[in-house]
């Protein structure tokens, strides 16, 4: 107990030693850091260009205080992607280097950039690098570079398989009777030329089926096609006939005999496939084509 006493003790001592040596007439200075700019939002940003004329984007700059006066931020602007000063995009406050002001009481200010609409009417797009430099208001230790991608609206033709991949939670099918919504996934994908690739599809039927290779050809970005590659011993023939003769026999699936190719939209992540069913005896390699079409439209 007393060890306990002889350390609260010291503890006053030095608490009020502390308190002795403080001197409340000398003012203390606190050190503020010199303003700072940056950009505002995310690394990335992306503008997109798709009504004529193109909307004005707006890219934000920032400081990190505000002051009673206008302040001057100097920024450059190099294309990483081809793209021509003046022709595929103008900022009127300099194309490849300028300045902006942020006003006195302001945090703020924007450079407006203004893209050409025809120029990404058919799927171009380009990558603006912006980069704050001095003279001006010093660039932060973050955000000081930004890129800006410009891009029209989305084109059928600018096909990244990859897109396509993952859960189709909203697909319905016509087997001779409306069925669905039900989730399909599509687990693997295949680009085989610069405008031709295949896509695996799992649960089509949603009872149990093997995955299905389909092919997709996007060569006429305006009549895309999904075609159905023949594939036997899918699921057992019970799965769509409850026939016992067919007891022992295999489902199959081909392209579709009437309907032609299926079609995909990259822009609305949809697909429709056109699908022959049949059945198959592996002892014998007989069989043959049920009449009825099958449609399964895939939607996220």
């Known amino acids: 107990m007393k060890r ?8 006053i ?29 995310k690394e990335v940003q992306v ?8 909307p004005e984007f707006k890219l934000q700059v920032g400081t990190t205080d505000v002051a009673g006066s206008d ?17 595929q995009y103008n900022i009127p406050s300099g194309n490849t280097s300028g300045t902006v002001t942020i006003k006195a009481g302001k945090a703020i200010a924007e450079i407006a950039i203004q893209a050409d609409y025809a120029s990404y009417v058919s799927g171009r797009k380009d990558t603006l690098m912006f980069s704050l430099s001095e003279p001006s208001v010093k ?9 800006v991608i410009i891009r029209g609206a989305c ?13 189709y939670d909203n697909t319905n099918e016509d087997f001779g009777g409306a069925y669905g919504p039900y989730t399909t996934s599509i687990t693997s994908v295949n680009q085989t030329s610069a405008t031709t690739g295949t896509i695996v599809v799992d649960n089509i039927f949603d009872s149990g089926w093997e995955p299905i290779t389909f092919t997709l050809d996007w060569t006429d970005p305006a009549n895309r096609k999904v075609t159905l590659l023949t594939q036997t011993s899918i699921a057992p023939a ?38 022959r069913v049949g059945l ?21």
């Open 4 to 11: 306990i006493n002889n350390l609260s003790l010291l503890t």
């Open 238 to 275: 019970s799965t769509v006939s409850s026939n016992p003769a067919y007891a022992t026999w295999l489902v199959m699936v081909g392209p579709s005999a009437t309907a032609g190719p299926g079609t995909f939209s990259i822009c609305n992540q949809t697909l429709t496939l056109k699908i």
């Open 13 to 41: 001592l030095a608490f009020t030693f502390l308190l002795a040596s403080c001197d409340k007439t000398k003012p203390y200075e606190i050190e503020v850091p010199p303003a700072q700019a940056h950009f505002v939002g």
């Open 139 to 147: 660039p932060a230790g973050f955000m000081d570079t930004v890129y």
């Open 280 to 300: 198959t005896d592996p002892t014998f390699a007989t069989g043959g084509w049920f009449s009825t079409p099958y449609t399964v439209n895939m939607a996220r």
């Open 71 to 87: 302040r001057t931020v100097t920024y450059k602007v190099a294309c990483l992607s081809g793209a021509v000063a003046g022709t």
């Open 155 to 167: 084109f059928e033709g600018n096909v990244n398989l990859d897109d396509l991949l993952g859960d």
């Open 47 to 54: 503008y997109a260009a798709e009504t004529n004329p193109a």
